[in-house]
């Protein structure tokens, strides 16, 4: 092996320089292991590459891109939009009112102690005369 099969990978890749490249382009007619290197690499290189979709294919999916129709492409941000919009104003009609204060609970514990008095003196003269009957 001569000094320039080392740069059959860097000549494949285009990393020599002007000098190096001259050489490599010199010697490879001469070397067999250089020729069948750079086969297999460009062997590797295009087994890497992926094949093209069928045209069928991708004309189908270009029909499907082009069925969005003007009134999608408004009709989806506008309404967006309008949402936001509508929840702006939903809060900032709906939203906390800073002159509001706490529900009052004087009313409805006076309203439970009057009830439960009125409970309290049924059952005792219920049961006074019922104490008196027998
Ligand atoms: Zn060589």
Redo the contacts with the bound molecule.
């Keep these: 092996?001569?000094k320039?099969?080392e740069n059959?990978t860097l000549y494949f890749y285009g990393e020599l320089d002007q000098e190096e490249m001259t050489a490599f382009k010199a010697?490879?007619p001469h070397?067999p292991?250089?020729q069948k290197?750079l086969s297999f690499l460009e062997n590797v290189q295009t087994a890497l590459v992926p094949p093209a979709a069928p045209q069928n294919v991708v004309n189908a999916v270009l029909a499907q891109t082009k069925k969005v129709s003007f009134w999608q492409k408004i009709f989806r941000p506008a309404l967006g939009i309008g949402a936001a919009l509508a929840a702006g104003v939903f809060f900032l009609v709906m939203g906390p009112n800073p002159s509001q204060t706490a529900p009052d609970n004087t009313d409805w514990l006076a309203y439970v102690s009057v009830q439960s008095d009125e409970d309290f003196n049924n059952f005792a003269q219920e049961f006074e005369i019922f104490e008196n009957e027998f």
């Design positions: 092996m001569k320039e099969c059959v010697h490879l070397c292991l250089c290197e």
